[in-house]
Nanobody
Framework: QVQLVESGGGLVQAGGSLRLSCAAS????????MGWFRQAPGKEREFVGT????????AYADSVKGRFTISRDNAKNTVWLQMNSLKPEDTAVYYC?????????????????WGQGTQVTVSS
């Protein structure tokens, strides 16, 4: 089992940047594919990006490709989401999640563990 805690959210102007962190407990962090999702009010949870267990492979939603970057450090049990060129439509609660399969899934149902979320608000 793994516990996830996100941090780094906040209020930023359009065009700005934020870096979200997700700290994981436990000694098996490197065995999990990690994903980032977001949920805006009144909308379903949406895939943002995912990173393989080693960090060598990533995948992103088209809406964030080229602006967001996922990275991880297995020695620090941490995964990050660097968000640049933020837009008001990026406003949402952002969640990190962990899945134990080898697949870089875009489906939230594939993920076994979730953090509590961190709010990101982008003003225009």
């Amino acid at each position: 089992q793994v516990q996830l805690v996100e941090s780094g959210g906040g209020l930023v102007q359009a065009g700005g940047s934020l870096r979200l962190s997700c700290a994981a407990s436990g000694r098996t962090f490197s065995s999990y594919v990690m994903g980032w999702f977001r949920q805006a009010p009144g909308k379903e949870r949406e895939f943002v990006g995912t990173i393989s267990r080693s960090g060598s492979n990533t995948a992103y939603a088209d809406s964030v490709k080229g602006r967001f970057t996922i990275s991880r450090d297995n020695a620090k049990n941490t995964v990050w989401l660097q968000m640049n060129s933020l837009k008001p439509e990026d406003t949402a609660v952002y969640y990190c999640a962990a899945e134990s399969s080898l697949v870089l899934s875009r489906n939230p149902a594939a993920y076994d563990y979730w953090g509590q979320g961190t709010q990101v608000t982008v003003s225009s």
